[in-house]
């Protein structure tokens, strides 16, 4: 049974920043892309943030140049560095994790941004 665990959301003011951390455990033979989505009330799931297991990154252009996806293979963990915080970007951030070529969803962290 493979499980994605999610940490480091809460609230902050605009401007600041947060850490999310997405770690994955289990029986694991192989990660691929990990990635951030995130949802507002009201709204689809939208991407945040995905890597590959090379190290390639993509990211919405709502949040390029702001937050920064990283992972640590050795840990089967992957971070979402968020900085510049928007109170548009107050959401349930929820990690994805393509682990023994399946699909894995973490059971999201809310991020609450005041303006």
């Known amino acids: 049974q493979v499980q994605l665990v999610e940490s480091g959301g809460g609230w902050v003011q605009a401007g600041g920043s947060l850490r999310l951390s997405c770690a994955a455990s289990?029986?694991?033979?192989?990660?691929?892309?990990m990635g951030w989505y995130r949802q507002a009330p009201g709204k689809q799931r939208e991407l945040v943030a995905r890597?590959?297991?090379?190290?390639?990154?993509n990211y919405a252009d709502s949040v390029a140049g702001r937050f920064t996806i990283s992972r640590d293979n050795a840990k089967n963990t992957v971070y979402l560095q968020m900085n510049s915080l928007k109170p548009e970007d107050t959401a349930v951030y929820f990690c994805?994790?393509?682990?023994?070529?399946?699909?894995?969803w973490g059971q999201g962290t809310q991020v609450t941004v005041s303006s």
């Open positions: 994805n994790q393509e682990i023994n070529y399946r699909t894995y």
């Open positions: 289990g029986s694991i033979f192989s990660i691929n892309v």
């Open positions: 890597i590959s297991r090379g190290g390639s990154t």
